[in-house]
């Protein structure tokens, strides 16, 4: 979509994205009761009965970068270096109008808005992008909200200097209050950077970069269901390191390092909040978004060392 103004930053950003954007999804817009064969974040097989669509993975519902089917975009011409983009996505499938159960407000129609510019002349390009969600979250009560509607803006900006470049990403993301009438309000603003650069060394470059959030403040234990922790339990930085060695036109090699920081849980949570690990295991969905899945604890850290050829066909 529209959304990642991110796309302008200096290549070799590393695990960077499971912080920026809040992580990546792919598939059709999500719904509560449509949900796909494969689970996005265990793998496993879906099993449970009463699903009205299996012909399509539906994306995730907190993630900002995101892989959605059916979209419709347009590009404007490029302006003396100047140029808009908008999107939005066909919602495929939706529940019945009947929707409302004990655990369930009612029926979940999923929306998406996107627009960005950007302006690119010499060695500077800049960046701005704002996307909106509607319906992709629902309360878990017959009277919590069914549609809430949910924001993300972003800036950016990059620097070509000749042998190497330097680019910078800043974005809030903002959830919306999904308790039902009277419940403590469990809505969340979250703000994340990210500081990266490219220097051109023999045949390749050497990348780094540095990327840190602050968790969402102002938001409850647990807040929404969401991928994410709150206040300091939440907060987390990432340190990534590479070179990409170039061997032709088109195939690269591909070596990297990733520190991923988690700041200490509290006694606040007992040892649920939320905590970054790189791969789709740690970034389980279940149990308001913990990574339960990887086996890892809240609060520790991670180092992943990586290899890889890169070939476009």
């Known amino acids: 979509m529209a959304w990642g103004a991110g796309s302008v930053i200096a290549s070799g950003q590393g695990h960077a994205g499971i912080i920026v954007g809040n992580g990546d999804t792919t598939g059709a817009l999500p719904n509560a009761k ?19 669509c299996t012909t399509e993975l539906t994306g995730g519902a907190t993630q ?11 590009w404007s011409p490029v302006f003396n270096g100047l140029q808009f983009k908008l ?37 500077f390009t800049i960046a701005g992008a704002y996307e909106s969600h509607e319906g992709f979250r629902q309360g878990t009560s017959a009277t919590a909200v069914a549609n809430p509607k949910d924001s ?3 800036l950016s900006g990059k620097w070509n200097f000749g042998p190497g470049q330097v680019g910078v990403i800043w974005e809030q993301l903002e959830y919306a209050n999904i308790a039902a009438p009277g419940a403590t309000d469990n ?15 023999g045949p390749g470059a050497i990348w780094a970069g540095y ?3 602050d968790g969402g403040k102002s938001c409850t234990a647990g807040a929404a269901g969401l991928l994410l922790g709150c206040g300091a339990d939440g907060e987390a930085t990432v340190l990534s390191l590479g070179y990409d060695y170039i061997l032709s036109k088109r195939t690269k090699l591909i070596f990297a390092y990733a520190k991923i920081d988690n700041s200490p849980t509290s006694a606040t949570f007992a040892g649920s909040a939320y905590y970054y690990i790189a791969g789709p295991a740690g970034n389980n969905p279940a149990a308001q978004g913990q990574g339960t899945a990887s086996g890892i604890q809240p609060s520790t850290d991670t180092t992943t060392l990586a290899f890889g050829i890169q070939h476009v066909f």
């Open 211 to 213: 990327t840190m959030t």
């Open 34 to 52: 449509c949900t796909g064969s494969l689970n996005n974040g265990t793998g496993s097989i879906n099993t449970t009965a009463g699903n009205v």
């Open 187 to 201: 809505g969340v603003k979250q703000q994340n950077i990210m500081v990266n650069g490219t220097w051109n060394v």
């Open 64 to 74: 900002w970068s995101r892989r959605t089917s059916n979209s419709i975009q347009w």
């Open 87 to 123: 999107g939005t996505a066909v919602a495929n499938y939706q529940s019945a109008s009947s929707a409302t159960t004990a655990t369930q407000p009612g029926t979940q129609k999923p929306k998406l808005w996107s627009g960005s510019v950007q302006w690119a002349r010499g060695p």
């Open 152 to 154: 993300a803006f972003a």
